[in-house]
């Protein structure tokens, strides 16, 4: 398995309050995503990076931010969290996007109340 | 339009049949395609990609792609209980992997 991890894994938090997810990769892969999950919605893409500090916008990035400092770090940042952005999350990470082989996290599932 | 297209299910068939899985992209720069598969609860997981068009074949799963039309299939042969999952068909395009909503697939015993 890829060696890819996200934290936290779960976290209940309040309307407004800063959000941070961490994604940690090992395998030195260059491309890393963000993506939510939502039922009705399938996974959309939030952000992408395809190298350190070397991010993009996806098709649902409004509301949040990312920071990439180190190849191996992918940070999503909810400035302010609303009740829409309950969500499981999920980072990938790819070392060749020709081939397009994503490999997931765990996810991350977070409640905003 | 959405970007990528699917019946979103269930789409239930009986053991040992053949399941068809179907897809559509709107956008004709795409340049690579991709089947994953995602059992509940757990996290998305590459079956196929193909390029170009025509088939390809893995195991008991086949890709197709049809660029004129802007279609991609996937094919299950010999229906298991364990293909019962959600199948994820995505797009690459310029540096971003874009998925379908997903087609939720139901094996029956």
């Known amino acids: 398995d890829a060696g890819i991890t996200q934290s936290p894994r779960h976290k209940v938090t309040e309307t407004g309050t800063p959000v941070t997810l961490r994604c940690h990769q090992t395998?030195?892969?260059?491309?890393m995503y963000w993506y939510r999950q939502d039922p009705g919605h399938g996974l959309r893409l939030i952000h992408y990076?395809?190298?350190?500090?070397?991010?993009d916008k996806g098709e649902v990035s409004d509301g949040y931010s990312v920071s990439r400092s180190k190849t191996e770090d992918f940070l999503l940042t909810l400035e302010s969290a609303t009740s829409s952005q309950t969500s499981v999350y999920f980072c990938?990470?790819?070392?060749?996007?020709?081939?397009?082989?994503?490999?997931f996290g765990e996810g991350s599932r977070l409640t905003v109340l | 339009q959405k970007e990528v297209e699917q019946n979103s299910g269930p789409l239930s068939v009986p053991e040992g049949a053949i399941a068809s899985l179907n897809c559509t992209y709107s956008d004709r720069g795409s340049q690579s395609f991709f089947w994953y598969r995602q059992y509940s609860g757990k996290s998305p997981e590459l079956i196929m990609f193909i390029y170009s068009n025509g088939d390809k074949e893995d195991g008991r799963f086949t890709a197709q792609l049809n660029k004129a039309s802007q279609y991609v299939s996937l094919l299950i042969r010999d229906s298991q209980p364990s293909d019962s999952a959600t199948y994820l068909c995505?797009?690459?395009?310029?540096?971003?992997?874009?998925f379908g909503k997903g087609t939720r697939l139901h094996i029956l015993p």
């Open positions: 395998e030195n892969h260059r491309y």
């Open positions: 990076s395809y190298g350190v500090k070397d991010t």
């Open positions: 990938a990470i790819s070392e060749d996007r020709s081939t397009g082989e994503l490999f």
């Open positions: 995505a797009v690459n395009r310029d540096d971003k992997i874009i």
